[in-house]
């Protein structure tokens, strides 16, 4: 982002990261996206189920560290 401030100061607070997953999936010319959520095992067991099917393409987990919040 060409107008943003960067922050030249340290953060003083004590911060605390919180990782978020969903599955990222193709259904023929579509992509799908399941919440985002804080509980690992449930995607990775999704992820697992849906590998498997034969109409579901390009299965992914993805992850999202957040400092401080949830996602948008």
Do not use: K
Request: negative net charge; charged residues 30%.
């Amino acid at each position: 982002m060409a107008g943003a401030d960067a922050h030249t100061e340290p953060h003083s607070g004590q911060t605390t990261a919180t990782n978020y997953w969903r599955l990222r999936y193709r259904v023929g010319d579509l992509e799908h996206y399941t919440e985002w959520t804080t509980a690992f095992p449930t995607v990775e067991n999704r992820y697992e189920q849906y590998r498997r099917r034969p109409r579901i393409s390009e299965v992914c987990i993805e992850r999202l560290e957040t400092v401080g919040g949830e996602p948008a």
